[in-house]
């Protein structure tokens, strides 16, 4: 009894512990210490984005080190894990998303924020040319501004390889916009297929979803979506349910290449059981509004191009260069031979510059274009960037002290200053001693549909590969606590249990 009476008190203990944390993060959240005001001797850091990577640097950055300034058309971040999550409502994009001017607020020193997109790097002259993304903007125009450091992190844009109509007709998932676009289209599908008088054929097209791409991106969609038609949309709408159906279009022999054979085994399975159709070795080659056609080849080894009917196109077939990225590497001769981005040295410098520095998906540094990576690259930098401040302060501590020793005229004042040049000496080799970016790969997870996940997890030396509805809840609890802040925890976590409780919401706005 005296055992459980404790274990009741460590319990409340714990409970008051947990709400004082949490009452103290948001009372700091609303009310951060006065900021140090921007200082111009400093050099000026110009950072482009903010994503995984940039955000990563900033939010670990010592911001009194140098005079930082933040670019982006894009003026909150985005936590992508869960955004296939917010195209069918299981959770509300405004969840996962944290506005940059509330961390930014938390710097010591103050940080400049412009909302523009960079349309030009010039490596020469150490200038971007940024144009304001609003209509209010009016006379504004391109501007211009210099940086001593650059650290672009504009991530990639979508991928298309060429294909006609994909743009026009499909709808990709990266950004908010994107997801809201296709929670629209579903409903759009749903409801236009309903329609009094609606032909059998165009029913059958309306309420076939298409994803092209078996990457995560396009697999998770697909689970998300097949999950919602099967918790939601068939009870809401019982007049689609012997016509919806999701397929998803590969190129390669199977989905998600870049994770174990057996949990590729697992996924294909589990689609199978919910009924999504995967079309693997099928390639997109064209899109019209209202069907694309995919080559396959047959059983007789023909190649046969197949005109697929859809209503709704979600095109997720990985990432392509950005033009402002293009536009630098075409300046650069040690980027000639680069295709897939900014090819950087292993601190992340880019290769042919000395004050230009790439994190994430613009940056090819032999990983794949993850959210993991990039943050660690960002993390990196602002470490790197601490060392190089303080490495600069030494040099200049120790200049003026060789200056002041010449000058003195006693015996034991040169010793004396001798002394601190040794000690400066000694903390200057410390500091010096920092090693190239190291990636450290924490494993990949992916959801899969009706609550499975997938798991392929570093463990010690080897690999945990798992799927199923533990990993899902691994999943859950994973993204969760990787979740940027404490509000977007609690937002998201209030989001699911809603879904859960009343169901996702079909309104179609
Ligand atoms: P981004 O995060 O894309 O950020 C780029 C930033 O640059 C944005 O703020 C953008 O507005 C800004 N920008 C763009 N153009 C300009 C310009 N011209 N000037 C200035 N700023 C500009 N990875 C994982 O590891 N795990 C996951 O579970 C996972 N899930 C994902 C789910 C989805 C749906 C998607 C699309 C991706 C997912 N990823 C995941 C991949 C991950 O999101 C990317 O690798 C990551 O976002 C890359 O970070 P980044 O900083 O390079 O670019
Ligand atoms: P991806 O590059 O991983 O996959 C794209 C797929 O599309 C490829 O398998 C490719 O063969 C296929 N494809 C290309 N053209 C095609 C065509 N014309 N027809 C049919 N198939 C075609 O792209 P994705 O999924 O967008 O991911 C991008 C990056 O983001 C990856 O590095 C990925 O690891 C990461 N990511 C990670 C997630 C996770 O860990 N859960 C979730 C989403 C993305």
């Not at 003026?75 to 944290?98: A, D, Q, V």
């Not at 060429?162 to 409903?187: N, P, S, T, W």
């Not at 960002?378 to 040099?395: P, S």
């Not at 499975?452 to 799927?467: F, Q, R």
Request: aromatic share 10%; with cysteine; hydrophobic share 40%.
């Amino acid at each position: 009894a005296g055992f459980f009476r404790w274990l009741l008190r460590l319990t409340y203990l714990g409970v008051i512990g947990g709400v004082v944390y949490t009452g103290y993060g948001i009372y700091q959240n609303r009310h951060p210490i006065e900021q140090q005001a921007p200082d111009p001797s400093k050099k000026t850091l110009v950072v482009l984005g903010t994503g995984w990577g940039a955000v990563s640097l900033l939010k670990n950055l010592d911001t009194e080190n140098y005079n930082v300034v933040v670019i982006s058309p894009r003026n909150y971040f985005l936590f992508t894990p869960l955004l296939p999550s917010c195209t069918t409502g299981t959770i509300e994009h405004r969840s996962i998303m944290e506005p940059i001017r509330n961390f930014l607020r938390h710097k010591v020193a103050a940080v400049k924020y412009y909302e523009a997109e960079v349309t030009k790097i010039d490596h020469e002259k150490k200038v971007v040319y940024m144009s304001p993304d609003s209509d209010s903007a009016g006379q504004l125009g391109q501007q211009e501004l210099a940086y001593d450091m650059l650290v672009v992190g504009v991530g990639a844009e979508n991928a298309t390889f060429g294909v006609k109509g994909v743009r026009e007709h499909g709808c990709f998932l990266k950004e908010v916009g994107d997801a809201q676009k296709i929670r629209k289209r579903i409903m759009d599908c749903c409801e236009t297929a309903t329609l009094k008088d609606q032909s059998p054929e165009e029913v059958k097209r309306l309420l076939h979803m298409v994803v092209v791409g078996g990457g995560p991106t396009g697999v998770e969609f697909a689970g998300e979506l097949q999950d919602f038609f099967e918790n939601d949309l068939k009870k809401w709408i019982p007049e689609i349910a012997d016509h919806f159906r999701v397929t998803l279009v590969e190129a390669l022999p199977n989905v998600l290449p870049m994770f174990s054979k057996s949990l590729i085994e697992y996924t294909e399975q589990t689609f199978k059981e919910e009924t999504i159709e995967i079309r693997n070795k099928t390639s997109v080659k064209n899109v019209t509004e209202k069907y694309i056609e995919a080559e396959y080849t047959d059983a007789n080894g023909q190649k046969q191009v197949e005109k697929i009917p859809y209503g709704l196109l979600v095109w997720a077939t990985g990432n392509a260069v950005r033009p402002v990225v293009k536009d630098l590497m075409s300046q650069i001769p040690a980027q000639k031979d680069s295709r897939r981005g900014l090819a950087v040295n292993e601190y992340l410098v880019v290769k042919g510059t000395d004050n230009i520095w790439a994190v994430g998906d613009c940056a090819v540094a032999n990983y794949a274009p993850t959210a993991q990576v990039a943050s660690q690259e960002g993390a990196f930098l602002a470490r790197l960037f601490g060392q190089m401040a303080r490495t600069e302060e030494l040099e200049s501590r120790l200049a003026l002290l060789s200056e002041e020793q010449s000058r003195a005229a006693k015996k034991e004042d040169r010793d004396e200053i001798l002394r601190e040049i040794k000690e400066l000496q000694r903390r200057f080799r410390r500091v010096k001693q920092m090693g190239p970016f190291e990636y450290s790969h924490q494993g990949s997870l992916a959801y899969i549909g009706s609550e499975k996940a997938v798991a392929d997890i570093s463990w010690l030396t080897g690999n945990l590969a798992s799927g199923g509805q533990l990993t899902y809840l691994f999943w859950r609890s994973a993204y969760l606590s990787m979740c940027f802040s404490t509000r977007n925890r609690i937002l998201v976590i209030m989001d699911w249990t809603k879904s859960y409780l009343f169901g996702r919401d079909v309104s179609r706005e």
